[in-house]
């Protein structure tokens, strides 16, 4: 179990009088001090030692405990495998649809990374300008399908996409976006974060047990927002933490979108993903106010879902 402190907000309120008043009350009205938000996390991992392979993986028998390197057999790519022990740069494994142990070579990088890429201050500006060079670049009707969707449009557009419920304006406005998201090209890979229904992670898991290895779809546009905190804020229990490969996955809209401010990545329509680990984050939210001890404000709890891009 980890623990991860984070300073949230740190806001500096100043009560200032609306009207000039030249009463003694209002010239030492006492002003409020600043505070501060903090957030600890504590993680659980329920599927330890658990990842899923992102290359088809070369695996060895073993006899009498130690690899046998001339029988082999191939693990494919997207197996969930279980790490038993690690022995130098290899490792014995169980995999997925083997009855036997297996002994691997040189296990790391072998498996999709959980690691999350935080996008700091400079990396923001940069997207931000590479934004808007791209929507300078679509047509003036793509442009206009971005301004649909991030506005009142995006359950239309959905609806279309997964289960074919629109007219022809719709239709047409899913091919427009689509088009603009294809022309973005990500720079560098990116964490991003969706929260999601339980119904919505059932539909896209297509009925499968939440597990490591279990395939996530959509067909529709995802809106994803580069801050765990936005996503959280729309209220959702489960939290989907998307690794984004560098190339063309979607795009960063914020700086375009009808609610500039939610740091939004719209992910292509129709991508496939695979779980790669599942935890339950318990937080505690708490205020500190200069010269007072902190307060807790708030204790709850999500369940994390790290999913990959399908090799």
């Keep these: 179990m980890k623990t991860k402190v984070g300073i949230l907000i740190a806001t500096f309120t100043l009560c200032l009088p609306l009207m000039a008043d030249t009463s003694l009350a209002a010239k030492t009205k006492p002003k409020k001090l600043p505070t501060q938000t903090y957030v600890t996390s504590k993680y659980h991992d329920e599927t330890p030692n658990q990842f899923v392979l992102k290359y088809a993986t070369t695996a060895y028998s073993l006899a009498g405990g130690e690899p046998s390197f001339t029988q082999r057999t191939v693990v494919p790519k997207n197996s969930r495998i279980t790490v038993l022990q690690k022995s130098g740069k290899g490792a014995i494994i169980s995999a997925q649809g083997f009855s036997s142990l297996m002994y691997v070579k040189n296990i790391s990088g072998l498996t999709y990374s959980t690691k999350t890429y935080k996008v700091s201050k400079t990396a923001l500006a940069k997207l931000n300008k590479q934004t808007k060079a791209w929507a300078k670049q679509l047509s003036k009707a793509e442009r206009k399908s971005i301004d649909y969707y991030s506005g009142t449009g995006y359950t239309k557009l959905n609806n279309y996409l997964r289960y074919g419920d629109g007219n022809k304006t719709v239709a047409k406005n899913a091919n427009l976006l689509t088009s603009a998201l294809q022309q973005y090209n990500l720079k560098t890979p990116m964490t991003v974060y969706r929260g999601v229904s339980t119904s919505g992670l059932r539909k896209s898991l297509n009925g499968e047990k939440l597990r490591v290895g279990a395939l996530y779809d959509d067909p529709g546009f995802s809106s994803t927002s580069i801050s765990r905190y936005t996503a959280l804020g729309f209220g959702s229990k489960l939290l989907l933490k998307i690794q ?30 695979i779980v790669t680990k599942v935890q339950t984050v318990t937080y505690t939210v708490k205020e500190k106010t200069k010269g007072h001890q902190a307060k807790t404000s708030l204790k709850d709890k999500y369940k994390l879902i790290s999913v990959s891009m399908q090799r």
């Design 244 to 273: 984004l490969p560098k190339g063309n996955t979607g795009a960063y809209i914020d700086p375009v979108s009808y609610n500039v401010g939610e740091k939004e990545f719209l992910i292509n329509p129709g991508a496939n993903m």
